[in-house]
């Protein structure tokens, strides 16, 4: 059940050149929030900036949670000048998450960019579970990389900086290979490495599950400014990505 509580900054720092990770005391949100929900957090005061700014849950550790984020605005700017013993507004937590007690040896993270940030607290669900994990980090270049806290990481950039060169689906391509029927997918990215990481799902018969990144301005479905097309039976529906998501099955998804 979601909660509205001023919560206590503990930490915010800086821990790459593109990210920065901010820690917050916040009981009975971290007591009830499960990997891939998100938070809503009021950013500055006196309504400026106007909205709530949504962020990924990046680890749940009661009664903390940790959220990772990348500066890209006037919100986020602001958001990053918070100190130790600040107090932040935070709504949460919000949305489905992930399904991790899935049947299964093998689980398969992919994240693309910034879309690493709600995995790593599936990873850390998933390892008490005492499944495998393949981790496979893409990027267009080794400094958009982030990969602290995993473990079995495949790295993947478009410019060849690290890893792999090319795209996530193509060390998603290899790790499938054999193993139909005993693994489960989970990604986090733009559309367009989703739909691809979908693909190849269906390639191998490979159950995934997606955590899209929509935009949003509510985050509790009211304005209804995230929505997503899905299949229903021979027709589509559109589904609100901040309450019946942000983690959906990748079939479900009119790509």
Request: net charge positive.
């Amino acid at each position: 059940m979601k909660t509205l509580v001023k919560t206590k900054v503990l930490s915010n720092k800086k821990v790459s050149s593109q990210y920065w990770k901010m820690r917050v005391l916040a009981p009975s949100i971290a007591a009830a929030a499960i990997p891939g929900q998100f938070l809503s957090l009021k950013i500055g005061s006196d309504n400026i900036p106007l909205l709530r700014r949504p962020m990924s849950i990046h680890r749940i550790k009661p009664p903390f949670l940790e959220i990772l984020y990348k500066v890209r605005g006037k919100a986020t700017e602001m958001l990053s000048r918070y100190h130790s013993n600040d107090f932040l507004e935070i709504l949460g937590p919000l949305g489905n998450g992930f399904q991790s007690d899935v049947p299964c040896k093998t689980a398969i993270l992919v994240g693309g960019g910034y879309g690493i940030s709600p995995l790593l607290a599936l990873h850390e669900r998933l390892k008490k579970l005492d499944k495998k994990i393949i981790t496979i980090v893409g990027a267009k270049s080794a400094e958009l990389l982030y990969k602290e806290g995993f473990t079995g990481v495949k790295t993947v950039t478009e410019d060849g900086s690290s890893g792999i060169k090319g795209l996530v689906t193509k060390a998603l391509d290899k790790t499938c290979c054999g193993l139909e029927g005993d693994a489960v997918i989970f990604a986090c990215g733009p559309d367009r490495m989703l739909k691809a990481v979908s693909d190849v799902a269906v390639t191998y018969n490979i159950p995934c599950q997606v955590s899209l990144e929509n935009l949003m301005a509510c985050g509790v479905g009211v304005c209804l400014s995230c929505v997503c097309a899905v299949k229903q039976g021979f027709k589509s529906e559109y589904k609100r990505v901040c309450v019946d998501g942000p983690v959906f099955d990748s079939k479900e998804i009119e790509w």
